[in-house]
């Protein structure tokens, strides 16, 4: 993740601290020294929507053979145990788990932070203040477009007024709330109608994801924004990130999935103010780029963990029969140490990108997906080639 907010702002969020923390991009094994990764635990394969970019490919039921409670109790405790962070409750649809209230509760009294992804349409008043009431730290509800063009990503008439009912009545109890939009060329169109619900809606936070190639996204690749596109696309999300914070309304406002959105407000600092492009770069030097693999892992309903959510094909372990903090410490699986020290690995234009330190080759898995070798160059990196990757001034 890149927070524009903490970049441009200096402003300081729990995730923040985990991000540009001095000793995170030199760590390893977790997020920060002493403490695990932040782990993505897709508990559900169970979805009531079809979403054309899931990268679960979830749908209605869930898998055969998903962990059962005692189980997950088990993975929780090492959780625990290992100084994991923060755990994300994922799917599928989280909510379709019937035990989420109580593992969400198993969790937060062993300490660890708790979040909940979800599309938020069976969010009810009622869910939400169980999710207060049991201390969930955040709960990000997807919309990927205003309206019909939303229900038309999502697979759903009405998912965009199910969605935004669900994040009123979590604004509504006091449970912390964020937006997720999953940007692709089909709703760029809606960017501006999307800041105008933040404000309207008094959203404190926003994620701008970057589409990533797994699943049913796979076959939206033709569909993902054009390097222009998503400049463009960077310059009306800072402006307005900026805008906010002028009219005394700042919002935590992050890119996923694409750390030369980094590189790339770098050099418009470097332009406009360059004492705040120093400033920026250190902090990017500091979180390292690309963590996957080392400070956020994945397990899947099944137990089987992997490197994030968008890499599904290489499974290090299964939970069931080694513990995650085995599996993620040892890391014996080559693509896991491989991730651990990929400058080497890395070909391409990203070998000899001279900002390789704070971008760490960016999402593996997108450059699987698009070449077939998950050490090639990420086909969605939008940085020119002569004035960004290969410039010699610095």
């Known amino acids: 993740m890149i927070s524009l907010s903490k970049l441009l ?6 995730g923040d601290r985990l991000r540009y923390s001095d000793d995170s991009g030199r760590t390893r094994r977790g997020t920060h020294a002493g403490h695990g990764p932040v782990v993505v635990w897709n508990c559900t ?7 054309k970019h899931c990268y679960c490919a979830a749908d209605g039921g869930p898998a055969a053979g998903e962990l059962t409670t005692a189980e997950a109790e088990a993975f929780i405790d090492d959780l625990a145990q290992y100084r994991v962070p923060v755990l994300l409750f994922s799917g599928g649809e989280p909510t379709l788990r019937r035990d989420l209230p109580h593992l969400v509760g198993f969790a937060r009294e062993r300490g660890i932070r708790c979040t909940i992804s979800t599309n938020g349409t069976l969010i009810s008043r009622r869910r ?8 969930v730290s955040y709960v990000g509800i997807s919309l990927d477009g205003i309206g019909a063009r939303n229900d038309a990503f999502r697979g759903r008439e009405g998912a965009f007024q199910e969605a935004l009912t669900g994040i009123r009545n979590c604004r509504e109890v006091g449970q912390k709330v964020g937006l997720r939009f999953t940007m692709s060329r089909d709703n760029l169109t809606d960017l501006e109608e999307i800041f105008a619900l933040v404000e309207r809606e008094n959203i404190p936070r926003i994620c701008f994801y970057h589409l990533a190639y797994a699943g049913r996204g796979a076959e939206m690749m033709a569909a993902a924004p054009s390097h ?5 696309a960077l310059d009306r999300i800072i402006a307005w990130c900026e805008r906010m914070a002028a009219n005394g309304s700042p919002r935590e406002v992050l890119t996923v999935d694409n750390h030369c959105d980094g590189v790339y407000l770098y050099h418009k600092l470097r332009r406009s103010d360059p004492e705040r492009a120093e400033r920026v770069f250190e902090l990017l030097r500091r979180s390292g780029g690309n963590r996957s693999g080392i400070a956020i892992g994945q397990v899947d309903w099944l137990g089987n963990v992997h490197a994030d959510q968008f890499t599904p094909g290489h499974t290090f372990g299964n939970i069931r029969e080694t513990r ?18 990929r400058k080497p690995l890395l070909g391409g ?6 900002y ?7 999402l593996r898995s997108r ?18 080639y002569e004035t960004e990757v290969m410039e010699s001034d610095r």
Do not use: M
């Open 9 to 14: 702002l200096d402003t300081e969020t729990y």
């Open 45 to 51: 394969r169970a979805c009531n929507l079809l979403c």
């Open 128 to 135: 939400a203040e169980q999710f207060c009431e049991l201390g």
């Open 228 to 232: 222009a596109e998503i400049r463009a």
């Open 324 to 341: 995650f903090s085995q599996i993620w410490s040892e890391a014996k699986h080559p693509v896991l140490a491989g991730l651990r020290d």
């Open 349 to 354: 234009r990203c070998a000899e990108c001279r």
């Open 356 to 362: 390789l330190e704070i971008c760490n080759g960016n």
């Open 367 to 384: 450059a699987e997906a698009a070449h077939g070798d998950f050490w090639a160059p990420d086909p969605a990196c939008y940085l020119d």
